[in-house]
């Protein structure tokens, strides 16, 4: 015997809610991810200020695009604001002068 029309809408939306919750880790991850790679990059480019090395511009550059992709995936999960992300890592005032570069 067929179950009710209702046990079909039911199971569709068990999936979907399935599905929601699965975007929402991989969002989650992503902003992980994005989050520590900008905090090796900025790490590097506060040691290369230190040394005031060769590829210091091109460190300066991979960390611009680092904190641009983390906002980017913070935006992507609701979080608009980065005021205080700013301060917590430190983002240096060059750096975010360049993310209006892109």
Same mark, same amino acid.
């Given at each position: 015997?067929a179950?009710?029309p209702?046990d079909?809408?039911?199971?569709?939306q068990?999936?979907l809610d399935a599905?929601e919750?699965?975007?929402?880790?991989e969002?989650?991850?992503?902003?992980g991810?994005?989050?520590e790679k900008?905090?090796? !990059?900025l790490?590097?480019?506060?040691?290369?200020?230190?040394a005031?090395?060769e590829?210091?511009e #091109?460190?300066?550059?991979?960390?611009?695009?680092? !904190?641009?992709?983390?906002f980017?995936?913070r935006?992507?999960?609701?979080?608009?604001?980065?005021?205080e992300i700013i301060r917590?890592? #430190?983002?240096?005032?060059? %750096?975010? %002068?360049r993310?209006?570069a892109k």
């Amino acid at each position: 015997m067929a179950g009710k029309p209702s046990d079909g809408i039911a199971k569709r939306q068990e999936a979907l809610d399935a599905l929601e919750y699965d975007f929402l880790a991989e969002k989650a991850a992503a902003l992980g991810r994005a989050g520590e790679k900008m905090e090796r !990059v900025l790490k590097r480019l506060a040691e290369s200020d230190e040394a005031a090395g060769e590829g210091a511009e #091109r460190t300066l550059k991979e960390a611009a695009d680092a !904190v641009y992709a983390y906002f980017i995936q913070r935006e992507l999960c609701g979080l608009r604001r980065h005021d205080e992300i700013i301060r917590q890592y #430190r983002i240096p005032g060059r %750096v975010l %002068v360049r993310l209006g570069a892109k």
